[in-house]
């Protein structure tokens, strides 16, 4: 005995009753080949998202077209990529309501779930590192030259005459720097 939700009020009632007996919503029939796969329809929008395949699977070719059209964009990528998580995360009942006529399928499968979850964070750890690296190996670069250039501390006290004058540090250096060419 498979139970359904119904289309109008959400209760359970029998997959073969023809109107829901709580509030009298006329039921379609679940062919069993058009029932949508919620497995199917993350991974679709996880990895080809971005082009709305997903959204041709879901009966939804209006938005569908849409996502090819932006596909350039960027945008229908990420509006994929939060339908992902929806996907994934959808209870059963929820899932049936929306795409299936009430008809509950099976649930998605864990490993997708994890997946979903790991995808994301690794995408994250991969632009950092890309942004990281280059500016890690420019760092080294700079700090070996640095190292290779030959560097002259000015002493504070100069000249007498500097300190007598109370000239900035500065001017000191350019005394200096003129008393030791003389």
């Known amino acids: 005995m498979a139970m359904v939700f119904c289309r109008g009020c959400g209760k359970e009632i029998h997959e073969t009753a023809i109107s829901c007996p709580h509030c009298g919503c006329q039921q379609a029939a679940a062919v069993a080949g058009n029932v949508k796969s919620q497995s199917v329809a993350t991974v679709l929008a996880a990895f080809v998202g971005g ?7 879901l009966r939804s070719p209006v938005t569908g ?4 059209l ?9 509006i994929a990529l939060i339908e992902t998580f929806v996907y994934a995360f959808m209870s059963q009942q929820s899932w ?33 590192a890309a942004i990281a690296i280059p500016a ?3 760092y080294r670069i700079r700090a070996e ?3 290779s250039t030959v560097s002259i ?22 005394v200096y720097t003129a008393a030791s060419r003389a």
Not at 51 to 57: L, N, V, W
Request: aromatic fraction near 14%; include cysteine.
């Open 51 to 57: 082009f709305g395949i997903h959204r041709f699977y």
């Open 65 to 68: 077209i849409f996502y090819i």
């Open 70 to 78: 932006f596909c350039w964009t960027g945008i229908p990528g990420l």
């Open 96 to 128: 049936a309501r929306k795409y299936n006529n009430g008809v509950i399928s099976e649930p998605v499968h864990i490993a997708i779930r994890v997946l979903v979850l790991i995808f994301p964070v690794a995408f994250v750890v991969g632009v950092l």
């Open 136 to 138: 890690y190996q420019s």
């Open 145 to 147: 030259a640095a190292k």
């Open 153 to 174: 501390e000015v002493p504070m006290h100069v000249t007498p005459a500097a300190q007598r004058h109370d000239i900035s540090r500065q001017d000191q250096v350019l």
